[in-house]
């Protein structure tokens, strides 16, 4: 077998062998023990249900993506502005980070009817819930890359005579990219869930579609279960495409020059 | 040439804080167009030496002139190599190269060029659009000289440069480094563990002690440049490459 081939199997086969292995030991289980389908629906009849509502599933997924796009971009260019600030000047890192730290102890539930009070229901609640929960990552790592510059290379900007907005345009945004690209990863992870959080504690149907937690709740409230599994489905593709994206991102601006990229032989 | 000297050091004292002297009356008239080796045990004060002249920190006590003013306000006519080559990852070859340039705000025509020049006086045309990942030790600093060869310094500062490289490279880069020289004439001040580097390249060797680092001893190198690599099998380069090991032992003991 060639390295490429078994590579490949191993990326792939594997993890849709154990895939369908679980899914026969789900039918196994719920057969074996009798559960009935309100309780556990089959894989089948879930995406059935996916399927019937998806008049409904489509417009409240698009509903969260906003969110979850508006949120995610907030939490990324706030975050990395804040973290600029942190990285550029030890006083303001002294200031400010201890308060950003609290803030982020802050649970989300407590947060969330917070700005439900000053924002209203929908929209503008669950993009700062969002936003909440993915700025912290990308302060915090990306603050770590602004500070951890090699000593030698800014010691050679020096010696250049570089001004301070050259040393943060060649040196220090560049040296700061993977630090900041990992945190948007983790921010691009919570983004979808922090959206479905938001609008299952902000969301209203109210001027049109609730999102995707609002169904949740919709679903639960009905007892129709195999449809409550459906947005669970819905919520992992979402989440999917977010981190790929993120990911794909990753990939373009360091694959080039980065160890955790490079192919070294 | 004994008008004014290039860099001047007068009764220099380093500490760091509240710590320990680190370099203690060091005294040093370097003429234009010399090659200083700063050799001596680890830890007896080269870098900071090299630094010092660099302007990159203060001295404590004493006094440091290049080219009669401070060290921070001559920093246009020097260069400095990092012992590691200190290359940017993100940045391809020619682009590390590029740097400097970059940032004195030179038009791209001309760096362009200059850096295709430089590139080619160190042997590496070929690596241009190479990342520094992709480059063997040896061929990473030769960037490095590259890149600080571009601003034509009056003044190079390398931090042992060659060290983390095997030997057969070390002597390739040295003699290169002679071979660039005698083109792109500077002054040089080199720190190096390596007596038979410092001899080969040296037109005189300093001697540090350690705690605090003070000069021990001076030697002249009395080979004329250009030097041939077959200089190092001569009785006079051997005797003399003795007489650096034995000022260097009396040091350490
Ligand atoms: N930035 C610094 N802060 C405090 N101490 C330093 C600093 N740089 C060097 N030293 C100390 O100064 C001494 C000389 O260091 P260095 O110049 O690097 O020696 P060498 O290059 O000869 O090995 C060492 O004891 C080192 O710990
Ligand atoms: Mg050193």
Redesign the interface.
Known sequence: MSPSLRSRLSTYLLPAATAAALIVLWYVLKAVFQVPSFVLPAPHEILVAAWEERSFLWPAALVTVRGALLGFSAAVGVGFLLAMALGFSPRVKASLYPLILVLQMMPVTILAPIFVLWLGQGLPSIVAITFMIGFFPVVANTTMGFISV?R??R????????TRA?EAR??RI??A?PYFLTGMKIAGTLAPIGAIVGDFLAGSAQGGVGGIGYMTISYFSQLKTPALFATGLVACVMGFVFVGGVNWLHWRLLH????SM?K?E | MNAAPLVAIRGLQKRFGAGPLVLDGINLEVGQGEFVSFIGPSGCGKSTLLRLIAGLTSASDGLITVDGTPPEKAREKMFFVFQDATLMPWRRVAENVELPLLLRGDAPGHRRERVARMLEVVGLSGAAEKFPWQLSGGMRMRVSIARALTVAPEILLLDEPFGALDEMTRDRLNEDLLAIRSRNSFTGFFVTHSVAEAVFLSSRIVVLGVNPGRVTAVIDVPFPYPRQPELRETPAFLRLLATTAQALRAVRS
């Open positions: 090699d030698n290379l010691e050679l900007f020096v010696m250049c005579n570089a050259q060649y040196l560049p040296g990219m080039l020059w980065h160890d490079v070294k």
